[in-house]
Nanobody, 126 residues
Framework: VQLQASGGGLVQAGGSLRLSCVVS????????MGWFRQAPGKEREFVATISWSGDKLYYTDSMKGRFTISRDNAKNTVYLQMNSLKPEDTAVYYCAAVNSGSYYYAPRGPNEYRYWGQGTQVTVSS
């Protein structure tokens, strides 16, 4: 399984970006998907998750109302729409996948995800 994240870039504070993550293979619709991020010198942190069915969404409190996770199972793609970006959102953003058979709910810990993308850099200038 390969995950390819894209959509990062440089944006001014208050701006928006949409990240995409394409997953190879035929099992995408059975995966819970997650977005995580890691800033320099910090641990990887949970951003958002979406269940395999797309009906269970979870966000870190600081991102509720600004970020939206979604998925298109026909395109094997998960998205992260990021609005009202802040300089503290600057990080490398990673998408991750785990088989839904292992978890009823999409997990929020990075160690629980089996497959990872390469990351895409998001830089928010003040």
């Amino acid at each position: 399984v390969q995950l390819q994240a894209s959509g990062g870039g440089l944006v001014q504070a208050g701006g928006s970006l949409r990240l995409s993550c394409v997953v190879s293979g035929r099992a995408f619709s059975t995966y819970h998907m997650g977005w995580f991020r890691q800033a320099p010198g910090k641990e990887r942190e949970f951003v958002a998750t979406i269940s395999w069915s797309g009906d269970k969404l979870y966000y870190t409190d600081s991102m509720k109302g600004r970020f939206t996770i979604s998925r298109d199972n026909a395109k094997n793609t998960v998205y992260l729409q990021m609005n009202s970006l802040k300089p503290e959102d600057t990080a490398v953003y990673y998408c991750a996948a785990v088989n839904s058979g292992s978890y009823y709910y999409a997990p929020r810990g990075p160690n629980e995800y089996r497959y990872w993308g390469q990351g895409t850099q998001v830089t928010v200038s003040s």
